[in-house]
Structures are given as C-alpha cells and as structure tokens.
T-cell receptor, first 107, second 117 residues
Framework: RKEVEQDPGPFNVPEGATVAFNCTYS??????FFWYRQDCRKEPKLLMS???SGNEDGRFTAQLNRASQYISLLIRDSKLSDSATYLCVVNDYKLSFGAGTTVTVRA | SQTIHQWPATLVQPVGSPLSLECTVE??????LYWYRQAAGRGLQLLFYSVGIGQISSEVPQNLSASRPQDRQFILSSKKLLLSDSGFYLC????????????????FGPGTRLLVL
C-alpha cells in the first residue's frame, strides 16, 4: 500500500463551483500534513498546512480525519487560476508526497 | 527573505554521461536540504537529504550521489546517467526541525528538467 494515495482526477469544474477531494495516508503516527499546489512544469508551492481542527484560508478549507486517516481539500467559488495539481503531503520522519489530484476550472 | 536557486533549468544528456546539478539557498543558515525526483505523472520521490555540511542520507539506492560542500549548497551528481534518470529534479529546504518534531514545511526550488537520451 502506498504511503499517500490521491484520486488523480482530473476534476473538471466550471468557474464558481465547489470542488473537494481527499487523500488517504497509511501511517497512523504521521505528525503533520500539508497541501501543495503544482502548476504544469513548475515546482510545488505550499498551499496550506492542515491542522487537527481543520483550517481555512480564504476559499480553501483543509480538514484532517485521523480516525479514518485522510485529509481533504475543498475549494469554494473556483477560479480559472485554481487549475493545477494539488499534492497531498504527509510528514512522519520525512515528507511523503501523493501523486497529485488535477483540477481544471473551465470558464 | 529566503530564496532557493537551481541550475541548470533544463538539461539534455546522453546515456553514460556524467551529471552535476546545483542548488543554493539564500537568506537562511543551517537549513535541511533535500533532493527529489518527479517522474512524469508520479509523486515526488525523496533521493537525498542533508542536515548539515558533509552529512548526506540516501533514501533510494541508485547511481546518483549527493554532496553538501557548504552550508547552503547541495549538489546532485552521477558518474554515468541512465535513461531512467530522466525526470524533474527538485531541491528543497526547510528549517531545522523543532523539538516538537514532525512539523517541517519544505520550500522548493524551480527545478531542473533532465532528459537522458
């Protein structure tokens, strides 16, 4: 079983829609969690950390479910500029990256 | 503010040739440094990490090696490239882990796209 698994998508959504996707992880002792965003042929950039109580950053909401070992990302009021691949990252003693979920927002 | 540089940005090399990729970090001292490879459609694979000058940990045995000759310089090398070495190579840095452990945000350089023919 992979350490971090993500639905690769793509999720094709219209502008203004809400899109949400999950990421599961295998190590129950994992300490911290992140979402990174990666544009085509660019480096990953930190989108947000994920805290135990869940957290929000503008239109983005991240949630952690330790019992079921998954984290989620929800994007409200999607913009064209949200089109990217979103990488789920789990940290125990090192960062483990998911292969990414691709989101395409269409006009 | 901290910045991280990688070069070259793109590289096309023949099979069997040597490789040297360089990464430097500015604006921070004693960072943890990392080399990752991302193959097409795959997640990032950690290759090496370093917690200090001359300290290298290898995550995946292969024909690559890494060195850290200075605090903010990290070099990825190979004596003979294989076709399977093609990919997007990313260097990243993070601050030294706190005593609480586990909370370690990493920041990536712009990457080097390597094509081995």
């Amino acid at each position: 079983r992979k350490e971090v698994e993500q639905d690769p998508g793509p999720f094709n959504v219209p502008e203004g829609a809400t899109v949400a996707f999950n990421c599961t992880y295998s190590n129950s002792a994992s300490q911290s969690f992140f979402w990174y965003r990666q544009d085509c042929r660019k480096e990953p950039k930190l989108l947000m950390s994920v805290y135990s109580s869940g957290n929000e950053d503008g239109r983005f909401t991240a949630q952690l479910n330790r019992a079921s070992q998954y984290i989620s990302l929800l994007i409200r009021d999607s913009k064209l500029s949200d089109s990217a691949t979103y990488l789920c990252v789990v940290n125990d003693y090192k960062l483990s990256f998911g292969a990414g979920t691709t989101v395409t927002v269409r006009a | 503010s901290q910045t991280i540089h990688q070069w070259p940005a793109t590289l096309v090399q023949p099979v069997g040739s040597p490789l040297s990729l360089e990464c430097t970090v500015e604006g921070t001292s004693n960072p943890n440094l990392y080399w990752y490879r991302q193959a097409a459609g795959r997640g990032l694979q950690l290759l090496f990490y370093s917690v200090g000058i001359g300290q290298i940990s290898s995550e995946v045995p292969q024909n690559l090696s890494a060195s850290r000759p200075q605090d903010r310089q990290f070099i990825l090398s190979s004596k003979k490239l294989l076709l399977s070495d093609s990919g997007f190579y990313l260097c990243a840095w993070s601050t030294v882990r706190t005593s609480g452990g586990g909370r370690e945000t990493q920041y990536f350089g712009p990457g080097t796209r390597l094509l081995v023919l």
